[in-house]
Nanobody, 115 residues
Framework: QVQLVGSGGGSVQPGGSLRLSCAAS????????MGWYRQAPGKQRELVAA???????NYADSVKGRFTISRDNAKNTVWLEMSSLKPEDTAVYYC?????????WGQGTQVTVSS
């Protein structure tokens, strides 16, 4: 079982920045994708950004140019740098890890963007 431990999140004013991190433990796979999804009240969970173990990235159109995902393969850790935050970025953000043998989710962290 792969366990994900996330940190970061919180409340920020529009235009501000936050950083999320997620560390995976319990996996020995060298091929995986880690990423962040978010779910706002009354909406479906959606992909925010993902990065593969070979460095390929994928971003939701709504966050391109504002969010940056990065990773440290040796530490099985990913970071999501969020800048120019907007009220519509408010949601619970979930870390996700997918490998040939696992699909795991973190506990979720709240991000609130409000003046």
């Amino acid at each position: 079982q792969v366990q994900l431990v996330g940190s970061g999140g919180g409340s920020v004013q529009p235009g501000g920045s936050l950083r999320l991190s997620c560390a995976a433990s319990g996996s020995s796979s060298s091929i995986y994708v880690m990423g962040w999804y978010r779910q706002a009240p009354g909406k479906q969970r959606e992909l925010v950004a993902a990065i593969s173990s070979n460095g390929n990235t994928n971003y939701a159109d709504s966050v391109k140019g504002r969010f940056t995902i990065s990773r440290d393969n040796a530490k099985n850790t990913v970071w999501l740098e969020m800048s120019s935050l907007k009220p519509e970025d408010t949601a619970v953000y979930y870390c996700n890890y997918v490998s040939p043998t696992h699909n795991s989710w973190g506990q979720g962290t709240q991000v609130t963007v409000s003046s």
